[in-house]
């Protein structure tokens, strides 16, 4: 039987025990993190898509604002799924952890049962 351990008082504790101990992940949150970040650099490559057609409308003149027209629009598509699949990639991750999560607590209440027996 596994003896439990004792973990300081205080938030700040809390999470320097855990992060020492790794009786709980926190990866799940700095997935968080990421993932806003990344939406963070999309957003810029959005405003970039943004600046390239309004370069060409200016570059080609009269019939250049039509194809503008084009390249903001599959620039946007191309950003839109840039989105879903940076979303797809992080709620992979936050899976994976959060399946961890349920194995630990299947694992505990093992425990616990052969501990009453």
């Given amino acids: 039987m596994r003896r439990p351990t004792q973990r300081p008082q205080g938030s700040g504790g809390r999470f320097f025990w855990d992060l020492l101990t790794f009786e ?8 968080h993190l990421v993932y806003w970040a990344g ?7 959005a405003f970039g898509v943004l600046g390239a057609s309004i370069g ?10 039509l194809l503008a027209f084009g390249v903001l629009a599959v620039g946007l ?19 994976i952890f ?4 349920d ?3 299947l694992r505990q209440d093992v425990e616990r049962e052969r501990a009453g027996r």
């Fill in 98 to 101: 959060k399946i961890s999560d």
């Fill in 24 to 31: 709980r992940l926190i990866t799940g949150t700095l997935v």
């Fill in 39 to 45: 939406l963070g650099i999309i957003g810029v490559m």
């Fill in 56 to 65: 060409v409308a200016i570059r080609e003149g009269g019939w250049g604002i």
């Fill in 77 to 95: 598509l191309g950003v839109f799924v840039a989105v879903l699949l940076w979303r797809a990639f992080c709620e992979f991750y936050v899976t």
């Fill in 103 to 105: 194995l630990s607590v």
